[in-house]
T-cell receptor, first 115, second 114 residues
Framework: ETGVTQTPRHLVMGMTNKKSLKCEQH?????MYWYKQSAKKPLELMFV???????ENNSVPSRFSPECPNSSHLFLHLHTLQPEDSALYLC??????????????FGPGTRLTVL | GDSVTQMEGPVTLSEEAFLTINCTYT??????LFWYVQYPGEGLQLLLK???ADDKGSNKGFEATYRKETTSFHLEKGSVQVSDSAVYFC?????????????WGLGTSLAVNP
């Protein structure tokens, strides 16, 4: 039990669909992350929220839209995706303390397939 | 920029064999180093970490020593089990830069046969 949950675990969607991924952390952390994991590529950091404010956005296409309504919840809204967006999407959380390397705790991921 | 290089897999071993997965890094500051493990169908879990030179991280029989002179953080285990089959990721967090951003290796797949 990692303390970070993600739903759904699997998602199949068409290119014209709109869907959302949900992440919830039960660790009392103040920072949350979205990552994309694709085969043969390093883990890609997509977004970082600290204290519910977006602090990192690594050139992610606008068809991915994050939302962080509070420190425990993080969403990734998806619309008009492309087949190359098929991947495992991982959520993580950490306690954000300036000057200290932050151990990130990961959820199990959502396996997304775009048809 | 900072980077992490891991040995390519897959690595296939018999149970009770000795494991080494190599990891080297380049960084401008004084990074902290991590090994994460991803079991089939699951997310990543922190396996061990080291925050300064000569530190040894250890957990579940795995060890890794932070070697600044060789910029390495190789993962070792003396006797692997079938349950160790997973993908192992080396990562660094550069204290001199953006502490939220981990730099990741590509991962090394390990398969342990009974």
């Amino acid at each position: 039990e990692t303390g970070v949950t993600q739903t759904p675990r699997h998602l199949v969607m068409g290119m014209t669909n709109k869907k959302s991924l949900k992440c919830e952390q039960h660790l009392g952390h103040n920072a949350m992350y979205w990552y994309k994991q694709s085969a043969k590529k390093p883990l890609e950091l997509m977004f970082v929220y600290s204290l519910e404010e977006r602090v990192e956005n690594n050139s992610v296409p606008s068809r991915f839209s994050p939302e962080c309504p509070n420190s425990s919840h993080l969403f990734l809204h998806l619309h008009t995706l492309q087949p190359e967006d098929s991947a495992l999407y991982l959520c993580a959380s950490s306690q954000d303390i300036a000057g200290t390397p932050r151990e990130q705790f990961f959820g199990p991921g959502t396996r997304l397939t775009v048809l | 920029g900072d980077s992490v290089t891991q040995m390519e897999g897959p690595v296939t071993l018999s149970e009770e064999a000795f494991l080494t997965i190599n990891c080297t890094y380049t960084a401008t500051g004084y990074p902290s180093l991590f090994w994460y493990v991803q079991y089939p169908g699951e997310g990543l879990q922190l396996l061990l970490k080291a925050t300064k030179a000569d530190d040894k991280g250890s957990n579940k029989g795995f060890e890794a020593t932070y070697r600044k002179e060789t910029t390495s953080f190789h993962l070792e285990k003396g006797s692997v089990q079938v349950s160790d089959s997973a993908v192992y990721f080396c990562a660094l967090s550069d204290q001199a830069g953006n502490n939220r951003k981990l730099i990741w290796g590509l991962g090394t797949s390990l398969a342990v046969n009974p």
